[in-house]
Nanobody, 121 residues
């Protein structure tokens, strides 16, 4: 299975951006999905996750109220609003082996290649 994250780029502080994660060679059926990010010199961190039941979501405190995750059977979206410079990072989508939503990096088995988001002030 391959996960493909896209939609990154350059945004101004206060702006918005939507990231997309698609899958080939598999599906998101019965799988919890997550978005993580890794800023330069920092560890990878959880951003947002969604269970197979789209009513189950979780967000890092730093993005709560600004970011929204959603999904269908083949695509996961991360809508990012009110971006700030601290959101600058490489963003990764990831898939678990089951539908239970967890937030740890080690809880996810399949990873996309990442897409760079740069927010300028």
């Amino acid at each position: 299975v391959q996960l493909q994250a896209s939609g990154g780029g350059l945004a101004q502080a206060g702006g918005s951006m939507t990231l997309t994660c698609s899958v080939s060679g598999g599906s998101f059926i019965n799988r919890a999905m997550g978005w993580f990010r890794q800023a330069s010199g920092k560890e990878r961190e959880f951003v947002a996750g969604i269970g197979y039941d789209v009513g189950t979501t979780s967000y890092a405190d730093s993005v709560k109220g600004r970011f929204a995750i959603n999904r269908n059977r083949t695509t996961v979206y991360l809508r990012m609003n009110r971006l700030n410079t601290e959101d600058t990072a490489v963003y990764y989508c990831a898939r678990r082996t089951n539908l239970v939503l967890l937030t740890g990096v080690n809880d996810y088995d399949d990873w996309g290649q990442g897409t760079l988001v740069t927010v300028s002030s």
